[in-house]
């Protein structure tokens, strides 16, 4: 038995539990009996018991192997035929490894992370590089052929926004700084040209006097 200060003094000092609010995932329209990547297309998966196609179902699967299952899905969408393993659409333009469905998977999962763990800086960081080679990819995209833009951002279900121009905001100091450059270049440029035209009257002399 204690003080009745004591035991107050213990129920203020608990640790309070904080329910977590539960965030939709990308992951979830995904069926449990459907089987992971490596095993759905085994012809040897048609006569195991229904306890292995459990263990192999999503059901019992982590949250990379679905993962792999929903980038599938999402590279099957943009692919223009079965054996489609170079275009642009499911290709980066620039790196081989780097595919454009896997991108945008990443992506979701990284927000996703984010939601449950807004201070983690390192994967945020890693979110808005694949945000940005994304919106790069997409441009290059939408430059070359834009129906298939269109398809590819209303199958994967992404919106384009292009980047804003790059406008500076003018002050006095900015000002200043701009006109001192501007009149150092042109002192620059006038010393240039006396020394060219130095130059040009040696050499014109040299040539007067060798025909000489």
């Not at 609010?21 to 018991?49: E, G, W």
């Not at 100091?173 to 701009?178: M, P």
Request: glycine residues 4%; proline residues 5%.
């Amino acid at each position: 038995a204690c003080s009745p200060v004591l035991q107050a003094a213990r129920g203020y000092a608990r640790p309070v539990t904080r329910k977590r609010k539960d965030i939709p995932s990308h992951l979830d329209d995904l069926p449990p009996t459907m089987l992971k990547k490596d095993y759905a297309n085994l012809p040897v998966m048609n006569s195991v018991d229904d306890v292995v196609k459990r263990l192999l179902s999503l059901e019992m699967a982590s949250q990379k192997e679905k993962l792999k299952v929903k980038t599938q899905q999402l590279v099957e969408k943009v692919r223009r035929s079965p054996n489609d393993n170079g275009s642009f659409e499911v290709q980066g333009k620039l790196k081989r490894e780097g595919f454009f469905a896997v991108l945008t998977a990443k992506i979701r999962t990284l927000e996703e992370h984010l939601q449950r763990h807004p201070k983690d800086k390192k994967n945020r960081r890693f979110m808005l590089m694949g945000l940005d080679r994304r919106r790069k990819m997409l441009g290059y995209l939408r430059r070359v052929n834009y129906s298939t833009f269109e398809k590819t951002c209303r199958e994967l279900g992404i919106q384009y926004s292009p980047p804003q121009p790059y406008a500076r905001r003018v002050t006095k100091r900015w000002l200043v700084k701009k006109a001192l450059c501007i009149k150092v270049f042109q002192e620059k440029q006038k010393l240039k040209a006396a020394e060219r035209l130095k130059q040009r009257r040696e050499w014109q002399a040299r040539a007067r006097a060798a025909r000489e």
